[in-house]
Structure formats: C-alpha cells, structure tokens
C-alpha cells in the first residue's frame, strides 16, 4: 500500500533539517512529549563530510494493535527507523524495520520538502507499506496507513507550533 502524506511548515528547508527535523530537543519533545511514544532512542547518528546523515532509531508508539494482529505479533508495536539523508538530493529514506514481524511487514518511507514561497515549505512523505499475513495482511496495512496519518497530522500540528514558539 503506497500513500503520500503532505504539510505545511513556515520555515526555509535547510532550517526545517537543520533546527527541526535532526534537532535532538525537538524530537524529544515531539516523540516523548507530544505523541507519548513510550521509547524513543536515538540508536547512532553520524554525519559524513559531505553532509550525509545516517540515523537510527528505536520508537515505541502507544498503539492498540487489533486483536488479530495481537494473536501474531503479541504487544510488541516497537520498531526500529533506519534512515540516511541525501544532502544533494535532500531526501531522507527510512527503512521501518518492526522488533517482532520484520519478516512479514515492510515499510520504507521517503521524506522531503518543496519550497511554497518565502520561508515556507510542504513536506511530502511517501510511504509504502506491504504486510504479508494471510487473511489479515490488507487489514494491517490499512490500520498502519491509518495511526501513520494520525502520527504525522499531530506531528504537524506540534512542529508548526514549535516553529512560532522557537522563532524559526
């Protein structure tokens, strides 16, 4: 399952990556704060010479899995974020790998920003999500779809405010 996820933020592009998106104080306050992730881990983060960064992530989000999705999966809902961002092309690519089920669900996402006019910015998010659990995969997908959109609405909503309230 293939969607696009879209917002828009009044900041330039190198500050929304610079002083946003890789800034450690905004993601604690995003992740622990505003959408009561139980774990969110900054597993490594290097930044190369020529501006490529490679990020890795644990996160653990308050979800309530659906029941059939519990009988193969349990409670587990934690996942590990794998990401590089490409300074030239000014992308950043996550591959979501699931603690429990990687072998059933994968998930890539593939973020970056077009400019809307002076210091404004649309963030578009490709997601593609397949999850291959027969009788149920379909319906996985959807409710991933589904707290994925959520997740990223609210993510929003606080990164604008973020934004106002820090001058950016």
């Given at each position: 399952m293939k969607y696009t996820i879209k917002?828009?933020?009044?900041?330039?592009?190198?500050?929304?990556w610079k002083k946003v998106h890789f800034d450690p104080e905004f993601n604690?306050?995003?992740?622990?704060?505003?959408?009561?992730?139980?774990?969110?881990?900054?597993?490594?983060n290097e930044t190369a010479p020529?501006?490529?960064?490679?990020?890795?992530?644990?996160?653990?989000?308050?979800?309530?899995?659906?029941?059939?999705?519990?009988?193969?999966?349990?409670e587990n809902t934690s996942y590990v974020e794998d990401g590089v961002f490409d300074p030239k092309t000014q992308r950043f690519t996550v591959d979501v790998i699931p603690k429990v089920g990687a072998d059933k669900i994968k998930t890539r996402v593939v973020m970056?920003?077009?400019?809307?006019?002076?210091?404004?910015?649309?963030?578009?998010v490709e997601v593609d999500n397949t999850v291959k659990v027969f009788g149920i995969g379909g319906m996985l997908e959807s409710f991933i779809e589904k707290q994925t959109r959520g997740n990223y609405d609210a993510a929003a909503t606080f990164t604008n405010k973020w934004i106002q309230e820090k001058g950016l």
């Open positions: 917002h828009t933020f009044n900041i330039g592009a190198d500050d929304f604690r306050a995003l992740f622990e704060g505003h959408l009561g992730f139980t774990v969110f881990k900054v597993l490594s020529d501006g490529t960064i490679k990020r890795k992530t644990e996160c653990a989000p308050k979800v309530e899995l659906p029941g059939p999705a519990k009988k193969i999966f349990g970056w920003v077009e400019k809307k006019g002076d210091k404004q910015i649309e963030r578009v």
